[in-house]
């Protein structure tokens, strides 16, 4: 089974950037579609952005234009690269491998600890 480790959250101030990694364990993880997921104090895990094996794209609306998914085969890990960060983008945010697409995505993987992104105002 797949393992997950994300890294990279922090403290940022508004307008600022991060760049978040997810490392996976297992031989698998060229095979599978990706995703970033995050989860606010109080409301449900939602869909951040995915990656498919060959690298397409998708983006919930409230990131497109300022997050940047992508994905190193080689390397066994997925980036997420956020710009213009504001404070409703503060949340825990994890990553998972996926099965379909779009709304119809679901994480089929276990869940890592996260990494903590905060944005003050």
């Known amino acids: 089974q797949v393992q997950l480790v994300e890294s990279g959250g922090g403290l940022v101030q508004t307008g600022g950037s991060l760049r978040l990694s997810c490392a996976a364990s297992?031989?698998?993880?060229?095979?599978?579609?990706m995703a970033w997921y995050r989860q606010a104090p109080g409301k449900q895990r939602e869909l951040v952005a995915q990656?498919?094996?060959?690298?397409?794209?998708n983006y919930a609306d409230s990131v497109k234009g300022r997050f940047t998914i992508s994905r190193d085969n080689a390397k066994n890990t997925v980036y997420l690269q956020m710009n213009s960060l504001k404070p409703e983008d503060t949340a825990l945010y994890y990553c998972?491998?996926?099965?379909?697409?779009?709304?119809?995505?679901?994480?089929?993987?276990?869940w890592g600890q996260g990494t903590q992104v905060t944005v003050s105002s």
């Open positions: 297992g031989s698998t993880f060229s095979i599978n579609p």
């Open positions: 998972n491998s996926i099965r379909g697409w779009g709304d119809y995505s679901s994480a089929v993987g276990s």
């Open positions: 990656i498919s094996t060959t690298g397409v794209t």
